[in-house]
């Protein structure tokens, strides 16, 4: 009854999109993995049910890392792996519903990918991610609006890197072509995600 999409990852963690002028003065370089383990990661998505609600849901379970290139920030990658069965829209049966064959197939298809292909700074604390993200055993291009949130020592000994992106994903492109009108074909993905430094 409702579309949903499955978050590219994640590929949001591109802490690729940290300045170079900030990136010099901490030098933060290194691969960080995401905080699986304290769960400071959220891939949202948000669709509109009929034009005349909005339909909020999350992934609970996807893991991934990222590597920061200090110096060249544009060669910094990431790669995430989302659990498609983990999809959690608060009700049970529109979730079961979402997880069929009408929608994410999570039987057939029981992962969605992403791998960054290229880092553009669009700012002292900002860049588009681009990469390809496979949903649906459709592997497409997907361009992410990312920002730095902030990173450094914590309180624990180790060292860590927030970053938060968003993207707009058309359904029919990954192969979810379930008509619930003009108002349900986009989906808006909200990625927020903390890595800890290896």
């Known amino acids: 009854m409702y579309k949903l999409f499955t978050a590219p990852v994640l590929a949001l963690m591109s802490a690729l999109m940290l300045s170079s002028a900030a990136l010099a003065a901490d030098k933060p370089a290194g691969t960080y993995h995401f905080d699986t383990e304290g769960q400071h990661q959220f891939i949202m998505f948000k669709i509109s049910h009929l034009g005349y609600s909005w339909l909020y849901g999350r992934f609970n379970d996807f893991d991934g890392a990222f590597t920061v290139d200090a110096d060249n920030p544009e060669n910094s990658t990431v790669e995430a792996t989302i659990k498609t069965a983990s999809l959690d829209s608060n009700h049970a ?67 860590r890197m927030g970053l938060e992106a968003t993207a707009t994903l058309k359904l029919a492109d990954f192969g979810i072509t379930t008509n619930l009108g003009p108002a349900s074909e986009t989906v808006d993905i909200i990625i927020s995600v903390e890595g800890v430094r290896q």
């Open 93 to 159: 049966e529109r979730d079961k519903h979402l997880r069929g064959a009408d929608f994410l197939d999570v039987g057939k298809y029981p992962t969605a990918t992403f791998k960054s292909t290229g880092i553009e700074k669009t700012g002292d604390e900002s860049a588009r991610i681009t990469g390809d993200f496979t949903l649906h055993g459709v592997t497409k291009p997907v361009t992410l609006d990312a920002k730095l949130i902030g990173y450094g020592d914590d309180p624990w000994g180790g060292y």
